[in-house]
């Protein structure tokens, strides 16, 4: 899987996302996400899945090594990809999701200095956290 940490420039805004999840039974606050597909390479995911999810066209700037966050139950690898997505761009100036059936998702774009408001916001109306959403923030010392 991948986890795309996209950055907005010039507004320095991150797109977060929250959609229903099915096994928790509640919606989540997450960075956009996603499988990759067969023949596609991690950088190739990362793209697609900002576009597909979002509706923002971005470039990769970087992507962390394959990174596990419950090796003694699951073996699912995960890797971040840093997103820089140009808000200048036509394609970006009025972005359309493509959600698959199923998928409900809303997006956000919040600077550093309104995710904690936000994050307060979204835990009032019982809305629950991905692990990695919370601790890139909580690692920058926003929360």
Known sequence: AVIIIAKMKPSDRYIII?????????????????LVDSGETREQTATRELSEETGYFGEVEKISPRLYSSPGILSEAVSFAHIQVDENLPDNQRPTARNEPGEFI?????????????????????????VKLYSYFLAQGVL
């Not at 929250?18 to 996603?34: C, D, H, K, M, V």
């Not at 956000?108 to 991905?130: L, P, T």
């Open 18 to 34: 929250r959609q229903f999840r099915p096994p928790t039974n509640s919606y989540i606050l997450e960075f956009p996400a996603g």
């Open 106 to 130: 809303t997006v956000f774009k919040k600077s550093v200095d309104e995710i904690s408001k936000f994050f307060n916001q979204e835990s009032s109306r019982g809305v629950k956290f991905d």
